[in-house]
């Protein structure tokens, strides 16, 4: 059973980069096949999916995000990473990290999420 | 304001049958396959449908998911009052070349 666990500071100034990281355990990172997605949910809103890094290191980003959105990998620890630079209080959002098996699988597993506020 | 269009709310009292709507276009349900999340309070989403109609391991066939055109539907039946939840569709969206989730609904069990 895949589990996966957001980590990263739970305070982030504006204009400052925030930095995520999600530690995968129960399969590894490297799994053939396998999306490794960032979702993130407004406080009371809905859900916003912001990239995925692939099990062959490609990302893709959100277009909305793109210009601010660093996704990463690194298979030694079996983690992946989020950094999402020049942050303003419309990014204070629970954010979290999720696996999806293929295309049109939908994200199978999630985090339990980690709430990230900005402010100074 | 969100790409899917779902309601707001829904309601039902145990043992009955309910299904929430999800109107979406051309380039995405249209196009693409709907996946369904169910979010209890407090917690993160979890994968309830995929592919339309497919369930994971382990959610019980209560629940069941449609499409037709540009829309989706999830049904609960035999409702119970754990499956009080914010539920949420999702898909891909050829346009946007986004995923986009609907602003979900929130199922009261009366």
């Known amino acids: 059973q895949v589990q996966l666990q957001e980590s990263g500071p739970g305070l982030v100034k504006p204009s400052q980069t925030l930095s995520l990281t999600c530690t995968v355990s129960?399969?590894?990172?490297?799994?053939?096949?396998?999306?490794w997605n960032w979702v993130r949910q407004h406080p009371g809103k809905g859900l916003e999916w912001i990239g995925y890094i692939y099990y062959s290191g490609s990302t893709y980003y959100s277009p909305s995000l793109k210009s601010r959105v660093t996704i990463s990998v690194d298979t030694s620890k079996n983690q992946f990473s989020l950094k999402l630079s020049s942050v303003t209080a419309a990014d204070t959002a629970v954010y979290y990290c999720a696996s999806q098996g293929c295309t049109a699988c939908g994200f199978g597993y999630w985090g339990q999420g980690t709430l990230v506020t900005v402010s100074s | 304001q969100s790409v899917l269009t779902q309601p707001p709310s829904a309601s039902g009292t145990p043992g009955q049958r309910v299904t929430i709507s999800c109107s979406g276009s051309s380039s995405n349900i249209g196009s693409n396959t709907v996946n369904w999340y169910q979010q209890l309070p407090g917690t993160a989403p979890k994968l309830l449908i995929y592919r339309n109609n497919q369930r994971p391991s382990g959610v019980p066939d209560r629940f069941s998911g449609s499409k037709s055109g540009t829309s989706a539907s999830l049904a609960v039946s035999g409702l119970q009052s754990e499956d009080e939840a914010d539920y949420y569709c999702a898909t891909w969206d050829d346009n946007l070349n986004n995923w986009v989730f609907g602003g979900g609904t929130k199922l009261t069990v009366l």
């Open positions: 129960g399969g590894s990172i490297s799994s053939g096949g396998y999306y």
